[in-house]
């Protein structure tokens, strides 16, 4: 299957139940990113800023390019310019430095809050009650320039689908609170990012909005040219 075959085997799928689908092209060449873009595809999530940053630069600009790995502080200048979803934000220092940062070029980003919900000690996000006290922080409440428009989870790795499904049910109970008491009258929190290549079916089945799909649509990732943010 080529990887426009593939595209359009989620487009169908997906666009039947009105999620969105978020390729991840982290590792692939931009060649096979124009390849999805040539078959109609828009939304491409990456996990690394230097690759996000190379590629951006040598693709088509009205390419929606989502952050979905890990970000440190110092790196966020390099994406302000850019970036249209923050899908992987883990402190309130990160997102003092997006609001810094937006506001310097003069832009509003939208970010997703990271939750924690694996079963697991190697995945970023923020706990629960962190993510409330967040959210209740004069910080917060004081900037102008994010929006946060949803969470976003990544299920623990290899469960089974009962604990699949538990981890990502409970971040839509969670999502649902927190619509209710921040968001209440804000239209633009309404995303539920969760579900990849192998546990998509079962986001979908939860409540997630977006899916973040990547060997699935490109196949086996290729070398590696950029170091994982640790
Ligand atoms: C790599 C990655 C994905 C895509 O994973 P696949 O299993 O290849 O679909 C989704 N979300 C995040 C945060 C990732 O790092």
Known sequence: MSIADNLLKYKNELDEVAVKLIAVSKYQEASAVLEAYNAGQRVFGENIVQELVEKQAQLPPDIEW????????????????????IQSVDSLKLLIEINKQAAKNKRVIDCLLQIYIADEDTKFGLGYD????????????????????????????????KQTLDEFTELRVL????????????????????????????????????????????????????????
């Open 66 to 85: 989502h952050l979905i790995g890990h970000l440190q502080t110092n790196k966020v200048k390099y994406i302000a310019p850019f970036i249209s979803l």
């Open 175 to 230: 999502f649902d609170g927190i619509k209710v008491s921040f968001f209440r009258k804000d239209d633009s929190f309404k995303e539920l990012s969760m579900g990849m290549s192998g546990d998509y079916k079962l986001a979908i089945e939860a409540g997630s909005t977006m899916v973040r799909v990547g060997s699935n649509i490109f196949g086996k990732r290729k070398i590696k040219h950029w170091k994982e943010e640790v």
């Open 130 to 161: 962190e993510a409330i006290d967040l959210l209740r922080s004069e910080e917060f409440t004081a900037m102008k320039n994010v929006r946060i428009t949803g969470l976003m989870g990544i299920a623990s790795n290899n469960a089974l689908e």
